[in-house]
């Protein structure tokens, strides 16, 4: 009986423990504040570092031929299997 009663204490902590805490400040009363979002996107934009022109080059080329020779192992994988299915048909 104690079991059962730890195990009731316990599901309802991890009950209590999952509940969506409801945000306590006094300007979230649901409007949208176009002000308040453009100076947050501002603070977020400035978290951006951008990469260097050399590494966007390297990185877009590197891109470009992950690309293409996926594309030619698809090319000759499906070619196998068209001659392997006209050997077999």
Known sequence: MAKAKKDLVKNDAVKESTKPVASKSKDNDGSFNLVKFLAESREEFDKIVWPSRQ???????????????????????DNLFLWLSGRVF
Do not use: G
């Open 55 to 77: 590494q966007l080059a390297s990185e877009s080329a590197a891109v470009i031929l992950m690309v293409i020779l996926v594309a030619t192992t698809v090319y000759f994988v």
